[in-house]
């Protein structure tokens, strides 16, 4: 905050505290009951009594204990309190507090391989909750995902479903490098080829375009994509031989994919969770296939 702010706030904070106290001590009512305020409307009349005691002592604890906080914590400006309190200290020991007491328990899970993990209940559970909490914004509560988001339950896999290979994908992240094919193939060549990319997929196709489609994938595709189209998880291309599609099964996406190319990104949980945790999830992303 700008030195200029960090006074306002300062000045205005200490000054609506000096400006209470002095209202409640200048209209202090000194002890004489029966006096009035001289107010009167319609005959009514108002007292002018002191304070309960009680209240205007409150009213004194209040204010001084306003004071011993912003004195403490850091509320006045730039004045960072005496206490040496701050937001990011506090998570940060919340944290570690965290870890301490549950760290024990996800590094017992992480010594058990995650082929026989997947069969613990307790450690799915908290599999499940790993997983709320940092994966389904991405990849749906489910895991089943959405377009652009791979579906983590069906048996296909960009990078690989054993369990090393998922773990890896969540430790380190993934980025999926399709290049865009518009100025190589022009809109002919886009054409033919997702035509051939759908006689792969088993669909009706023209024979003549595919074939013609065929020439173009030998050439363009293979190296990732396989020459059956089988995919590659080194590279995370997917399949292109089956009904099971990244970015949507229309002919449009398809050929979306082809012209424009698709950059899909998953981000890496090392740093975020530790590998223990990321264990757990791995066993769980493989309990989505029972
Ligand atoms: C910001 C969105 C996002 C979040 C959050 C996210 N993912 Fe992903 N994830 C993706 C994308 C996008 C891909 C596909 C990358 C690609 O196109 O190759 C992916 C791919 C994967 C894959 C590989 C799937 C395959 O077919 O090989 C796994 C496994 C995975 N994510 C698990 C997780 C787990 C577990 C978490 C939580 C710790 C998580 N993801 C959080 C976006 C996300
Ligand atoms: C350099 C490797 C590479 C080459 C070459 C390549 N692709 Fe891809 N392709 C990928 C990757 C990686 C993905 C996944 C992109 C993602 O996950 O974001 C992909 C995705 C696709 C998809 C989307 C699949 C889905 O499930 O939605 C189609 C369709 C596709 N490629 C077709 C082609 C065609 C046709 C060619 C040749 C003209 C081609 N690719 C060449 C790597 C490649």
């Known amino acids: 905050m700008s030195t200029g702010f960090s006074w306002f706030v300062v000045v205005g904070t200490l000054g609506s505290l000096l400006t209470f106290f002095l209202i409640l001590y200048l209209n202090r009512s000194t002890s004489n009951p029966g006096k009035t305020t001289g107010h009167s409307y319609d005959g009514i009349e108002e007292y002018d009594n002191p304070l309960p005691a009680w209240w205007f002592w409150g009213f004194i604890i209040t204010i001084v204990f306003g004071v011993g906080y912003l004195l403490y914590y850091p509320g006045l400006g730039n004045f ?12 940060e020991s919340d944290q570690q507090q965290a870890d301490e007491r549950y760290g024990p328990i996800f ?19 908290m599999g499940r909750r790993l997983f709320a909490t940092n994966c389904s914004v991405c990849h749906g509560t489910a895991g089943t995902g959405s377009a652009g988001f ?14 090393e290979q998922i773990k890896t ?11 865009s094919w518009e100025a190589a193939l022009q809109d002919e060549g886009v054409t033919e080829v997702a035509e051939y990319v759908s006689q792969l997929a088993g669909r009706e196709v023209d024979p003549t375009v595919a ?5 173009r994938y030998d050439m363009f595709c293979v190296a990732c994509h396989g020459p059956d189209g089988g995919g590659q998880p080194m590279l995370g291309a997917p399949a292109l031989n089956n009904e099971i599609w990244l970015y949507g099964n229309s002919r449009l996406r398809i050929e979306e994919s082809i012209r424009h190319g698709r950059n ?12 223990d945790k990321v264990h757990i999830l791995s066993a769980y992303v493989k309990s989505l296939q029972l």
């Open 211 to 215: 074939e013609a489609g065929k020439a």
């Open 80 to 91: 960072a309190g005496l206490g040496g309190w701050t937001q990011t200290g506090a998570l």
């Open 169 to 179: 994908t969540i430790l380190g992240g993934r980025n999926a490098m399709m290049p």
């Open 150 to 163: 791979p579906n983590l339950t069906d048996s296909e896999w960009l990078w690989g479903g054993d369990a």
């Open 107 to 125: 590094a017992q899970y992480a010594a058990i391989p995650i082929d026989e993990l997947v069969h613990d209940t307790a450690a799915m559970r």
């Open 264 to 275: 899909g990104q998953m981000p890496a949980f090392a740093q975020r969770l530790g590998e």
